[in-house]
């Protein structure tokens, strides 16, 4: 049986920062690429970064970069994503997302997901 759990959202002013956290259990942590995604209400699903299994590449949608940085500690089974100068734009329900492959392509599917953390960004 797989889980996926997030950890670290909340809620922060513009211009500030959060560190998301991602962990999994039921399967092998560094066999495979992993993932963050969010979601805000009437948007579609986005894929804000992806990490291969090793952690050596790394993508991200235009609308982070040079804000978030996602890293993976293989030692200690965890994902994260750094965010900093949030914007309120930024808010949404983030999703940690593994399983399947190991090297991130346009595509591909996650197998498992997490329940989601809800990330707030307001003055």
């Known amino acids: 049986q797989v889980q996926v759990a997030e950890s670290g959202g909340g809620l922060v002013q513009p211009g500030g920062s959060l560190r998301l956290s991602c962990v999994t259990s039921?399967?092998?942590?560094?066999?495979?690429?992993m993932g963050w995604f969010r979601q805000a209400p009437g948007k579609e699903r986005e894929r804000v970064s992806c990490?291969?299994?090793?952690?050596?590449?790394?993508t991200y949608d235009d609308s982070v970069k040079g804000r978030f940085t996602i890293s993976r500690d293989n030692t200690q089974r965890t994902l994260y994503l750094e965010m900093d100068n949030l914007k309120p734009e930024d808010t949404a329900v983030y999703y940690c997302?593994?399983?399947?492959?190991?090297?991130?392509?346009?595509?591909?599917?996650?197998?498992?997901w997490g329940p989601g953390t809800q990330v707030t960004v307001s003055s």
């Open positions: 039921g399967l092998t942590f560094d066999n495979y690429a």
């Open positions: 997302a593994t399983g399947g492959y190991r090297y991130c392509r346009d595509g591909r599917e996650f197998k498992y």
């Open positions: 990490i291969n299994w090793t952690g050596s590449s790394s």
